[in-house]
């Protein structure tokens, strides 16, 4: 598990036991939130016990349950551009879904949850999703971990071997391997786990096909009247890391080409990966200057009066394979264990 992940799941279990976020919640929830979603899927691994990208999916039931909990909460279910209003203006509680990266299941099964709940959403396409031209890294390195015994790869120039035989070392290499090519340089990342499906014969055009909407789908589902479409850049690679240059042609060239090809203003962004070490003051800078009416980061937090002077970089609340108890969400809803990993800081933007 992630230290962020850790350390959030640590902090709701202790307000959880001891109810002291109903307490706080008056002064910690804000004045809304954004939630985040990647997957919304039956769970069905292909091999029990390794599914190490589950952190990134629920289950339908779950999404049902978790969005009736939200409204019983006193959030009501708003568009990214009216939570935005909202930040700004003042008004009641609000939560905005916001859906990353395109999957189908965001259509197939979020979509009819949406439905019943009434509740709008906006999803960030990377356009080199769409076009099958970006690369699943985290995917691939999952499907080729499936298949070998073992894996080698080159790390700051130098070779790391892990075993690979059982799903509990299969689990243990991703876990290893993920984290450790996260923190290197994109080029390094991609060249590492694009060895490593060649190797044993993954090939990510087909992983995108079988799991990512196409342009035709995502411009019928954009047209959707719950859905907006937001931009999520082009090559889907960790912004901070790269060029200035490249972090603005990325997120520019997205928007373009999506209002491009969708007919409609694409006024959000989110940053891909969206952490600190992908996502800083520079790149808030500029998705303002790429003329995005707002940015969303994945750094944890509810919204509070004050991001409506950080607009380009919003924090949101991961609704994902972490956390599968409604109880957890009620703690994670109260705003006090993300206080809690913000360090009491309602705003952390640096
Ligand atoms: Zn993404």
Request: one cysteine or more; proline letters at 5%.
């Given at each position: ?150 894996a ?9 071997t892990v075993a690979a ?8 290499a991703?876990?290893r391997l ?173």
């Amino acid at each position: 598990m992630a230290f962020k992940h850790k350390v959030i799941a640590a902090g709701f279990a202790a307000f959880r036991l001891s109810g002291l976020h109903r307490v706080v919640a008056p002064l910690t929830r804000g004045r809304g939130v954004i939630l985040t979603f990647h997957r919304v899927r039956p769970f069905s691994p292909p091999t029990p016990g390794y599914a190490p990208n589950r952190l990134l999916e629920i289950e339908p039931d779950f999404f049902d349950a978790a969005l009736a909990l939200v409204r019983w909460l006193g959030f009501d279910f708003v568009s990214l551009a009216e939570a935005r209003r909202r930040l700004i203006e003042g008004g009641p509680r609000f939560a905005a879904m916001t859906f990353d990266d395109g999957y189908r299941d965001t259509r197939d099964f979020a979509l009819p949850i949406l439905e019943k709940h009434g509740a709008p959403a906006t999803v960030f396409f990377a356009t080199g999703f769409l076009d099958r031209t970006a690369r699943l890294w985290w995917l691939e390195l999952e499907e080729a971990l499936r298949r070998l015994d073992a894996a080698t790869v080159a790390i700051d120039g130098r070779a790391l071997t892990v075993a690979a035989r059982t799903p509990a070392e299969k689990a243990a290499a991703f876990e290893r391997l993920y984290w450790a090519l996260r923190a290197r340089p994109e080029e390094e990342l991609i060249a590492a786990t694009g060895a490593l499906a060649e190797q044993a014969g993954v090939s990510g055009a087909a992983i995108a096909d079988a799991l990512f909407m196409d342009w035709d789908e995502a411009a019928a589902f954009a047209a959707h009247p719950l859905i907006a479409a937001g931009a999520h850049s082009r090559a889907h690679r960790m912004l901070a890391k790269g060029a200035e240059a490249e972090a603005r042609a990325e997120m520019a060239g997205s928007k373009t080409e999506l209002e491009g090809r969708f007919g409609c203003a694409v006024d959000a962004f989110a940053y891909p990966v969206g952490d600190k070490t992908s996502a800083g003051p520079r790149e808030f800078a500029l998705a303002r200057q790429a003329g995005f009416a707002c940015a969303v980061t994945t750094r944890p937090g509810m919204l509070y009066a004050e991001h409506a002077a950080h607009l380009w970089a919003l924090p949101r609340v991961s609704v994902n394979g972490m956390w599968r108890s409604l109880g957890d969400l009620e703690s994670l809803l109260s705003g006090a264990p993300l206080l809690l990993w913000n360090r009491g800081r309602r705003v952390n933007v640096e």
